[in-house]
């Protein structure tokens, strides 16, 4: 892999100090997908072992090397959909992510999208005829995603669709960006309403890195020994921690 740019180089020098600390991950390809799904989904306080399970292995995955749905911003596994209780302005994201070890983002990659998100997405399609052409973990994912999907129908949730594209790249060809708007336009086919979100995203070699090196916030919460002195009307407290 030739890297041009000094951030291309920066990236892969972060990436490959990464990997050689988790021995566990014998293959760069394959820890590339969880080192980009960790940097995509920074913002969604999940844990190490939440952003390892929507890596979805390889071989068969139509484009899809990580799935992940969120509820109301809640990271989302077949057995919560079940018991979810939900009401009006609830809202679901379906993040899709290819992560490859590559200097370029290629059609190829957007058109093997169009193809599953013609065949998956659809409510109401029998997978079955597709154990051949998917692995059974991606059958699983776009599976919970409609189940969720259907089971909110009545409250009228707000879908966004993020398709994430990270590579080494340092640019998009025009030629890549106009397949990206041709499967904008058949997955908003496929949801018809004013309040279903659909984008494609190219996490680039800078893209990347400025999400590696920044921090994600995280949020605690503090049980309290004893009552507190509360001064003010702000709900402020002093504490030792």
């Known amino acids: 892999m030739k890297l041009n740019s000094n951030g291309q180089r920066i990236l892969y020098e972060l990436f490959r100090q990464e990997y050689q600390e988790n021995a566990p991950h014998s293959e760069e390809a394959h820890y590339f997908e969880l080192f980009a ?11 190490d072992e939440e952003v390892e399970q929507g890596v979805l292995g390889s071989g068969n995955d139509g484009g899809c090397d990580s799935i992940y749905t969120f509820f109301n911003d809640c990271n989302m596994t077949e057995d919560l959909v079940g018991d979810l209780v939900a009401s009006k302005g609830a809202s679901i994201e379906l ?5 490859k070890r590559e200097t370029s983002f290629s059609e ?32 699983d994912a776009f599976s919970l995603f ?38 904008i336009e058949l997955v908003k086919k496929l949801f018809p309403s004013p309040k279903t979100s659909v984008t494609v995203e190219f996490w680039d070699a800078n893209k990347l890195l ?21 001064i003010g009307t702000h709900h402020d407290y002093v504490a030792l921690v």
Not at 38 to 46: A, E
Not at 95 to 99: C, E, F, G, K, T
Not at 118 to 128: A, F, K, M, P, T
Not at 210 to 230: D, F, G, H, I, Y
């Open 210 to 230: 400025l999400a590696a090196q920044t921090q994600a916030e995280r949020q605690l919460s503090l049980t309290l020994s004893e009552t507190p002195v509360n």
């Open 108 to 139: 190829d990659a957007i058109m093997k999208w169009k193809t599953v998100s013609q065949n998956l997405l659809e409510i109401g399609v029998d997978d079955s005829g597709y154990s051949s052409r998917y692995n059974e973990d991606v059958l």
């Open 37 to 47: 799904s960790t940097q995509i989904l920074k913002g969604k306080d999940l844990s």
């Open 146 to 183: 409609r189940d969720l999907y259907v089971k909110l129908l009545r409250h009228t949730p707000k879908l966004s669709i993020r398709y994430c594209y990270a590579t080494f790249a340092d640019e998009v060809h025009p030629n890549v960006r106009a397949q990206a708007d041709e499967l």
């Open 95 to 99: 993040i899709i992510i290819q992560a």
